[in-house]
């Protein structure tokens, strides 16, 4: 009764209270459903593509990425202090999580998934274009410095004394020239920073907290351990991958290493749009409801329920 208060402040709590100790009775009653009979059965389907999908969008969206190797992304796009950058990360991180605390019950888990997946998308489109842009400069003027140096040195082959104590400002041309682009050039680097940030804000309003406890609100009672067991695999197997697989998938694409996920991030916002419904709000019941009322109900799928709790699988 306190914590309701503490949470809603003075109100009449009896119907709260009720509704509580009515899914309690409930959850008695309900058996728990073992992992394989989750998978198998058509009627849990739905629910548990979405929990899977909604962890392989966290995972896939490239942010293990930005943990793990930021400070050598920080490097690649010209940062003079990458640690610092790194420090930088944890802090948003952090700051950002608890934005999602504050704004998660009020715009709903599946605006904000959709705005953080979304924003997410465009700024590894950012990423890409400031990496891309980095390393053309920087190759420019490493040919243009070994250039101008090589047009020295034969200059210096023919009748000239090469050891003259004053050294013609042409030899110096090409890394005075190779200064002046960089610094013409630095803000970019601010630009690779700022869309790392802005990539891990994009995460924390959304994609980071909400896998995490909207598998429970998609499942009953009874299938409900059995699905955030799946979807916790789920997510650190991913995670594995991304962690293992980007040094080689980076090497492979330079550059362009983030349209990889921009890609993924566009298909899973497009999914979620389409697929995910809202469950701010709703019991499981209402949820279910959405997600079967455009599917032909069978006799099959009714049994399959049946057996389903008739089935007490610890």
């Not at 930021?70 to 010209?78: H, K, M, Y």
């Not at 082959?157 to 630095?186: C, H, M, V, W």
């Not at 209402?286 to 009714?302: G, L, N």
Request: net charge neutral; aromatic share 12%; with cysteine.
């Amino acid at each position: 009764m306190l914590g309701l208060y503490r949470l809603k402040g003075a109100y009449d709590a009896t119907p709260d209270l009720e509704e509580m100790r009515r899914e309690k009775e409930e959850a008695d009653k309900e058996p728990r459903v073992s992992i394989l009979s989750l998978v198998r059965s058509p009627v849990y389907r739905q629910q548990l593509f979405v929990a899977l999908m909604m962890h392989l969008s966290q995972q896939l969206s490239g942010i293990n990425a930005i943990f793990y190797y930021s400070t050598d992304i920080f490097t690649r796009a010209g940062v003079a202090q990458p640690v610092f950058a790194t420090i930088g990360v944890g802090i948003i991180n952090t700051l950002f999580t608890l934005v999602s605390v504050a704004l998660v019950d009020r715009a709903g888990r599946r605006t904000l998934t959709l705005v953080g997946l979304g924003g997410m998308c465009v700024c590894a489109v950012g990423m890409t274009v400031g990496l891309k842009l980095q390393t053309v400069l920087v190759r420019r003027t490493s040919s243009d410095t070994s250039s101008d140096t090589l047009s020295t040195c034969e200059r210096h082959s023919g009748k000239e004394n090469i050891f003259n104590t004053r050294p013609p400002a042409i030899f110096f041309s090409g890394a005075f020239r190779s200064s002046l682009d960089l610094n013409q050039y630095s803000w970019m680097s601010y630009v690779s920073m700022s869309a790392v940030f802005l990539f891990v804000s994009f995460f924390e309003i959304g994609p980071g907290p909400i896998p995490w406890f909207i598998v429970a609100e998609l499942f009953s009672q009874g299938p409900r351990p059995a699905a955030i067991a799946l979807a916790g695999c789920c997510n650190w197997t991913s995670n594995f991958v991304v962690a293992m697989m980007f040094p080689y998938v980076q090497t492979w694409l330079e550059s362009y290493v983030f349209v990889l996920f921009a890609v993924l991030l566009l298909g899973f916002t497009v999914y979620i749009y389409l697929r995910v419904p809202e469950t701010k709000g709703k019991s499981f019941e209402e949820i279910a409801a959405i997600f079967h009322k455009d599917r032909k109900k069978s006799p099959e799928d009714a049994a399959e329920l049946q057996q389903l709790k008739a089935s007490a699988d610890a």
